[in-house]
């Protein structure tokens, strides 16, 4: 009995050994590394989001009143961040401190101003804080250049006229009117840059076409035509309107200035023209705040960049890794599976095309910026200034395609990514069963009809796979494209109205690199430190939402060729 | 149900069903109703012999079947008539094969051309994944004929020759890989026979079906005999019986016997066939 007792009730000395023999430690450790992967990429999302997201919300503005050797001060500005630090550090740097304790309080106060202070931030210990107050009437104005301002609006001038004033009791109506003045602003900014970006790039364009026409003539030793002339002047008459409209517009745009007073008690005067959006975010209720926040997060999204990259926008950014991954795919899947083709069902599998199969292989491990400056030494300088040479000598010594651009960087790219496309297809023609073949064969049909009617069908989800891995690696790829074709800043989309309309020889941005310029490169380290977060979460959308697009092209393409899985 | 009448020795019959057998008109076969005769036949894959001299006619219009152990070559002897050994690295085949007056191994020979003159419906059904209605049209469209019209017209013809039309009329533009195994196997000989062969090679046709598949199989073979000259390799030898008009025994590459299936089932000449047709054989 008590026998029977023990095989069946596990004793405790018994109990780990059995545990262990069960498998279930490893169920355990298996799900651990599952949930630890997960957690990994969530907490990744989480603090990009946080730390990016919460970026472009408005936070309140404090006025601090803080005492430095006896001497009293206001700061005002929004606290950035709150954080623990030892006297110990802050003594070693000259901070003289009152503290007696081992660790002090400090506080990062985004003052702005940086036109009338030397930093925009600023470091307040919690122990010089006399007080902390929260006025009303303080407004945050965003500016096209030196920062944000924080202050107190004192009135409006008109050319130096004063038009309203805080002073005459009629904050309500001053505000309203600076609100409205800000607005008309912006419809006019929107119209210089309308007139800045097409009108004068068109003719700025249609110029340079027209000077190298007439060089292309003059080294082919022809005469000038005098219709070009004819054309260069009606150029610069379009050129002329254009400027003088231009005149007018930023004429207007300079008309009014808003006097502000500063924390210190400065009283300023700035241009109105300047101002991209202003608000009183103490006085804002929740639901003004949720659309203020939805304005700044649009603008990130839609806007070209300001200031060194640290404010405004980042589409020309997500324009160029899109467009740049798109030029590469299409350039990689052609390539890729006819490689695979020819190493899978043309060349005999003897040891010549082992040998080539294990070194297409092996590319995939060569680090990318090797690939960089291949690309930069053979297809810039070699391709491209060979092109420069036989197609656009007018242009030299300015080179056209001899010098980084979207192109290069797509086929550079390309060549990156070859291998993974390569192995994806072979696998994919590897899993079309040998007698789906001989059937076509069986029908007349020749080798090649077989390859392109059946095969190659039945291989594309596999083809599509590849595609899948090889955008998911270009799209985060950075070092090689800083050697071809990506730049900080670029002054025009690689794509616009001007013929022929895709500009494969520009230089573009590029999200991975702006991460790296906003996040290394920038003098305000700071104020884009949010931007990086930001910008970092959008890359990350965006190789999903790509990554999305290719698998559920993948899906309907395995619908229609379901062979391989179909039982039969 | 009739019984075996005409064969005194109760041993010869071996159980099989006889009575399909003398249904079947019993032509003598004439000189110039050969289809294809093998002339001297050898092939070996690197280097290792398949098959060995091989020596025969099949007739036209009639059923021939091959029978034997497995890896008595006769799949590879069937593979030779429209050379699907093409396929196969390292096979090496010497001697003649000659349909009407072309011996198929000359290197002069359009191989396109002999496979469409020669079709093949193989072990496994392998429809291509496309509808039911493309994978009929495969083999015209393969010769450039696209015309809707003509297309549809021997698409319904070759599945009602296979027997399948009624169940998939409906459904023509359906994956063909939704269709049964049996369906399937029926929509390969469809498509094999839309393209008009002379002659149709079966490699065990019905060895991955279930009974009611194979014989819905077999009854289309007995169909299609009156068209086609069809050639079937098969494990069962029932079937052979029940199908075919000429039966080959083959063994360790050689071709034992060859004879009427009437004659070789109930009166072999050969201990070997007798051996293996009684179930003897290893």
Known sequence: MSVERKS????????????????EPMVWLNAGAVSFALLSVFGLLWLLAWHGLGHFWPRELLEFSVSREGELYTVLGEQVSRERVSTDQLRAVGVRTSASGKWELRRLVKRGNRDFLDTDFAWLLDSSIVEIR???????VERLEWGNLYGRLLGIEDRGKPVATTAAADEAATWALFQALVAENEVMRAAIRDLEGEEVGRINFDMERLRLRERRLALAGEALPAELAERRRALEADYEVARQRLLTLYEQSERYSYRVALADGREVTLPLGQVVRAILPNDMGVLSKLNYYRVRLWEFLSDDPREANTEGGVYPAIFGTVLMVLLMSIMVTPFGVLAAVFLHEVAGQGRVTRVFRAAVNNLAGVPSIVYG??????????????????????????????????????????????????????????????????GSLALG???????????????????????????????????????????????????????????????????????????????????????????????????ALLNLAAVALRNRLREHYAALDAPV | MDKPDTHDKPVATHGFDLDALHRRPQAPIQEADIALSVERLNLSYSGK?????????????RV??????????????????????????????????MLEDTNIYLPTVDVSQLRRRVGMVFQKPNPFPMSIYENVAYGL???????????????????????????VKDRLQDNALGLSGGQQQRLVIARTIAVEPEMVLLDEPASSLDPISTLRIEELIYELRSKYTIVIVTHNMQQAARVSDMTAFMNLGRLVEYDSTDRLFTNPQQRQTEDYITGRYG
């Open chain 2, 49 to 61: 012999p398949a098959l060995r001299d091989i020596h025969f006619s099949i007739p036209r219009r």
């Open chain 1, 373 to 438: 400056i291949f690309g930069l030494g053979f297809f810039v300088y070699g391709v491209g200034g060979e092109l420069d040479r036989l197609f656009f000598p007018e242009a030299l010594p300015s080179p056209t395609y001899g010098t980084p651009g979207l192109m290069w960087a797509s086929l550079t790219l390309a060549l990156l990514t070859l291998p993974v496309v390569v192995v994806a297809t072979e696998e994919g023609l590897a899993r079309v069963p040998q007698s789906i073949r001989e």
């Open chain 1, 445 to 543: 049909a020749t080798r090649a009809e077989t390859l392109w009617r059946v095969v190659l069908p039945m291989a594309s989800p596999a083809m599509m796979t590849g595609v899948i891995l090889a955008v998911a690696r270009a799209a985060g790829e950075v070092a090689p494209l800083m050697l071809v074709g990506v730049v900080k800043l670029a002054p025009t989309l690689p794509l616009d109205g001007n013929f022929p309309y895709l500009h494969l020889e520009q230089k573009f941005m590029h999200l991975g690199f702006h991460i790296y310029d906003v996040g290394f490169q920038s003098p305000n380290i700071e104020a884009a430190r949010p931007l990086v977060y930001a910008t970092a979460l959008l890359l990350v959308v965006i190789i």
């Open chain 1, 8 to 23: 069946l009730y596990l004793g405790r000395r018994g109990g780990i050994a059995h545990w262990f023999r069960s498998g």
């Open chain 1, 134 to 140: 929260r006025p009303r009437a303080v407004m945050r």
């Open chain 2, 64 to 97: 021939t079947a091959f029978i034997g152990p497995s890896g008595c070559g006769k799949s590879s002897l069937l593979r030779c008539f429209n050379r699907m050994n093409d396929l196969v690295d390292g096979c090496v085949v010497s001697g003649r094969v």
């Open chain 2, 141 to 167: 469209r393969i010769q450039g004929i696209n015309r809707r019209r003509h297309l549809d017209e021997i698409v319904e013809k070759s599945l009602r020759s296979a027997a399948l039309w009624d169940e």
